[in-house]
């Protein structure tokens, strides 16, 4: 496993970042928060079977969002969010477009901007956010990565995606998500990781009982990352398991569905000419 990030704590523990990333971002816990119950208490999301009356308000959901902007000091920005489906495709957010070519939010699992008056989200609650940034923070990226995502490429999706905005020297953050412990799979998945990465893939593929085994997703990102061409020195790794820590995350497959989501956040910067003074 790749050396941790230094982690930066914001906002009561709400947020986690990485000290060493050019842009706005954050990774959110699931404390200090407006929630309560299933969802205490910084909830983002609801499970997609949940019965109207055991969802957590979007009243909660605003108010939290409301509690991270203001700690990353994004107040007032447009946040953007895509419809996640586990997929590889990307939605590329311009400047004076609007943020959806409809009324519902595109079909997509990352999102790629050059516009500075918009924050990027993803939610996640075991599967890895990725979080992308060019050297000067101009263009920026994130990334929902479960392992078909994975598997599929969107993280290398998201890159090419950046480098046609004009994107150069890229930085990654990869944030919390399910442990190679916690993570345990079949044959069928481990297949599809192999066909993906070749023999590269026995690096985060660890046998376990029967025929099960067990996956590393931010090692598999990380050498994503790094095939895309990436530097080693630019891939921040925040090593926190969303499974195995109920006190700081949420987590889908250690609560059996019935839980809240968490956040990845971050914006661009605008350009020197137009910064405040």
Avoid: Y
């Amino acid at each position: 496993m790749p050396s941790p990030a230094t982690t930066l704590d914001l906002g009561a523990g709400r947020l986690l970042a990485a000290a060493a990333f050019p842009a706005a971002h954050g990774f959110t816990t699931r404390r200090a928060g407006v929630s309560s119950g299933i969802f205490a208490t910084l909830n983002f999301g609801n499970p997609g079977d949940l019965p109207a009356e055991q969802r957590d308000p979007k009243t909660n959901i605003r108010a939290n969002l409301d509690l991270v902007l203001a700690d990353l000091g994004l107040a007032g920005l447009d946040v953007v969010e895509v419809h996640q489906v586990h997929g590889a495709a990307v939605h590329v957010v311009r400047p004076g477009r609007p943020a959806h070519a409809g009324p519902r939010d595109t079909f997509a699992d990352a999102l790629v901007t050059d516009d500075p008056a918009r924050v990027l989200a993803v939610r996640v609650a075991d599967c890895a956010p990725v979080l992308l940034a060019s050297a000067d923070a101009r263009v920026v990226g994130a990334v929902h990565a479960g392992w078909r995502g994975v598997v599929q490429g969107v993280a290398p999706a998201a890159i090419a995606a950046m480098l046609e905005l004009g994107a150069s020297d890229l930085h990654a953050v990869i944030g919390p998500c399910i442990g190679q412990d916690a993570f345990e799979v079949g044959p069928e998945v481990v297949e599809e990781f192999v066909r993906a990465q070749g023999p590269g893939a026995s690096a985060f593929i660890r046998p376990g009982r029967a025929d099960r085994s067990h996956i590393d997703l931010k090692v598999a990102l990380r050498a994503q990352l790094l095939a895309a061409g990436l530097s080693a020195g630019r891939i921040s790794v925040i090593n926190a398991c969303t499974a195995a820590d109920p006190a700081r995350f949420f987590s889908h497959r250690r609560d059996a569905g019935k839980t809240g989501r968490m956040m990845a956040l971050i914006a661009a910067r605008p350009p020197a000419a137009a910064r405040p003074r």
